[in-house]
C-alpha cells in the first residue's frame, strides 16, 4: 500500500487486528532502548524464551518458551496461503494482508499464548528502495488506525540490534472486544518487517514488546 509519494506504509495493524482476534477467539534482559544511538546493543534472548526464525525475512527474535510457534513456509504470500489451506485452515484467513500491505507482501511467524490470549504475527514487504525506518512516514500506520477507531496510540521510535525501528501501541475496539496492540517494524534486506502482537488483555504488552524488540537479530 502506498501513502500517495510512492513511500510504502506497514501493513494497516487495524485490519490485521480483526483477523488475529478471530484466531485469539478460537483457540528483564534484552530491552530495546527507545533512542537513537550508533551503536547497536546486542540481540538478548531473554531468560525462558525460545529463539525462532523467520525463514522469509532472515531474522531470529524470542517469544516466550511456553508460546506455540508456527514457523509460515518461504515464498510469496498466494503460495504461503495454498500452504495453509492445507495444514492450518484457520491461518489462511491471514490472506486478508495481501490488501493491505505493499509490493510482495509475505507472512513469517505466528505465535501464540493461549493463558493470556496473545498472538503474535510476522510480516513483510518490498521496500522499494527504502533504507532507513526514519522514511516511513509514521501516519502510515497511525491513520489506518485512528479511521478504524483506536484510541491511545502512541509511537515512538526505538533502537535494536538490527537498527531503528518504530514502536506504535495502541487500543482497538473490535465489536464488543477491545483488542490492545502494539507493533513495531525495521527495515532488513530491503523488506521492510513488522512484528505485531495483539492481545485480548486490558493494556498493550509493551514489556513483552520491548523484550522481543531487544532480541531481533539477523539470520
Known sequence: MSDG?????????????????????AGG?????????SKSPAAVIPAAFQRVIDQ??????AVPEAWRVRVLPGGPLSSQVQALKVTDPQLAGLASLASTSGTDPRLGVVAT???????????????????????????????????????NIEAVGIHMPVGDGEQVSNQLPVGTTT?????????????????????????PPKALAQQIEGSVAAA
Open 113 to 151: 499464548d493461549p493463558t493470556s490470549r496473545t498472538t503474535l504475527v510476522t510480516l513483510s514487504f518490498d521496500g522499494n528502495g527504502i533504507k532507513k525506518v526514519s522514511k516511513i512516514p509514521v501516519s502510515s500506520v497511525e491513520d489506518p488506525l485512528i479511521q478504524a477507531g483506536a484510541k
Open 5 to 25: 509519494t510512492g513511500s510504502p506504509q506497514p501493513a494497516a495493524v487495524a485490519v490485521l487486528a480483526v483477523v488475529i482476534v478471530a484466531l485469539l477467539a
Open 56 to 61: 522469509n525475512d532472515h531474522v531470529s527474535f
Open 29 to 37: 534482559i534484552g530491552v530495546a532502548t527507545h533512542h537513537s544511538d
Open 179 to 203: 483488542v490492545s496492540e502494539v507493533s513495531f517494524y525495521f527495515v532488513h534486506g530491503g523488506r521492510v518487517v513488522e512484528v505485531v502482537l495483539v492481545s485480548l488483555q486490558s493494556q
